[in-house]
């Protein structure tokens, strides 16, 4: 997986609410596990939902990914321009995984359904050995029969991240993904998807505040700085 960034913009809302977001230049490969880190309100996760392909930059805007070895490189910017939503749901559907804050489990399915939701769409098998050593690594084996209401904050998160790892995504996007966990399940949880992604020649991009996590996995560090003003935010590599 590699994803490839120049002089993107993205601006969110308008007039004096208007906020915008840039990133001069940003080059991840495969095998990469990125932390996105700075202060609230800073852009994090508009960076995270550009990549994932929810969220359209500006016209001008520099973004390529080439998801999997030997497959040509794709210029999102000319698909979004082109208004091609059938190939980007594709590409989705079949390329990423994204762990939202919230958690953004379907509440009308159960946990093992919501998991295996991902594996469906992107036309994977059912469950597997794969599948049961992932629950069983984020400790979630005893709740699959329950539904989201029934879970507590932390146990949603863990949840939502073996969602995001069934279909063995190339792009993990991961949003504040152990801030509901304690310190030992934190470490658990991003050394798996770390792992995982490291293992698979995928790409992590991790919005997290958990510096001791970033620096005990050894992850480049990406910075997000809200300029003077408090209207833009530039996104940097701290290395």
């Not at 590699?2 to 095998?31: D, K």
């Not at 508009?46 to 497959?71: D, M």
């Not at 329950?146 to 069934?166: D, M, N, T, V, Y």
């Not at 620096?215 to 003003?229: N, T």
Request: hydrophobic fraction near 45%; aromatic fraction near 4%; proline fraction near 5%.
């Amino acid at each position: 997986m590699q994803v490839y960034l120049e002089n993107l913009y993205c601006t969110r809302g308008s007039g004096e609410q208007a906020f915008t977001l840039q990133v001069p230049r940003l080059r991840a490969v495969a095998g990469e596990a990125l932390a996105i880190t700075g202060p609230s309100g800073s852009g994090k996760s508009t960076l995270l939902e550009i990549l994932g392909l929810v969220l359209r930059p500006e016209q001008n805007s520099l973004f390529l990914w080439k998801a999997v070895h030997g497959e040509e490189t794709i210029d999102i910017g000319a698909l979004w321009r082109a208004r091609a939503e059938r190939t980007l749901c594709h590409l989705r559907a079949r390329h990423l995984g994204f762990v939202l804050q919230t958690g953004g489990l379907l509440p009308f399915l159960s946990v093992r359904e919501n998991i295996m939701l991902p594996r469906q769409l992107a036309g994977k098998p059912g469950w597997g050995v794969s599948i049961e050593k992932l629950v069983e690594t984020l400790g979630i084996t005893h709740l699959l029969v329950r539904k989201p209401h029934q879970l507590s904050i932390g146990e949603r998160q863990r949840a939502s991240i073996a969602r995001s790892l069934a279909h063995d995504p190339v792009l993990l996007l991961a949003d504040e993904p152990t801030a509901a966990l304690d310190p030992e399940r934190a470490e658990t949880v991003m050394r798996l998807m770390v792992e995982l992604v490291r293992r698979r020649q995928g790409l992590a991009v991790i919005v997290t505040h958990d510096y001791e996590q970033i620096r005990k996995l050894g992850l480049r560090e990406i910075k997000a700085m809200v300029q003077p003003g408090g209207k833009v935010s530039c996104i940097v590599d701290a290395n």
